[in-house]
């Protein structure tokens, strides 16, 4: 019977892992495959919903020099369509926290912190916990993951490391589509100049 339930717990243990690789392959592929930061930011908050039991996971792109953070995607469009609010300043609730103070806040009972606004949106999808991760690449803040659940977050060395994987490949990303999306104004501009000339 100790044989049969080591083996039970050793197969459950390589099947979360297999799950973990193939979220981790999903996104791998969405961010190799497109400059959509709709289609890319919302696959990096889906995984991490399927990764950490998160019940919702929202992405917030920061704007460092007007000190927001705006919100880009989500994992489940129904809680996400009510959010009370879409954009917050550098300091301002949870997100604003994480994004102003640049590290991880992990909070076990959101109704028991005054960082958290809006308490009866929380209460209406019987949300308790959040977990707050900044997007960082070479010093500068590119996004905030914040991801809510019912009970508060556990996540083991495997779940860690592959959470910090998803934010790296983030920042990536994020990196990847700004710059596109500069060098296609660059070269509309180009254009323009030259038609004029």
Known sequence: AGVLVRNAGRREALEGRAARLRALSRVNHVISSSLDEREVLGAIARAAA??????????????????????????DERPGMDLPFTSLGFGEGSV???????????????????????????????????????????????????????????????????LDSFIAQAAVALRNMRLYSESSLYARRLETLTGLS
């Open 50 to 75: 399927e990764l950490t039991g998160a019940s919702f996971v929202s992405f917030w792109v920061a704007d460092e020099a007007a000190q927001h953070v705006t919100l880009r995607a989500v994992s």
């Open 96 to 162: 604003g926290w994480v994004a102003a103070e640049r590290r991880i806040l992990d909070v076990a009972d959101v109704f028991a912190d005054g960082r958290f606004v809006a308490p009866a949106w929380w209460q209406g999808r019987d949300l308790k916990s959040f977990l707050g991760v900044p997007v960082l690449l070479d010093g500068s803040l590119l996004a905030v993951l914040a991801l809510c659940g019912r009970s508060a977050f556990r996540l083991g060395a495997d779940e860690r490391e592959l």
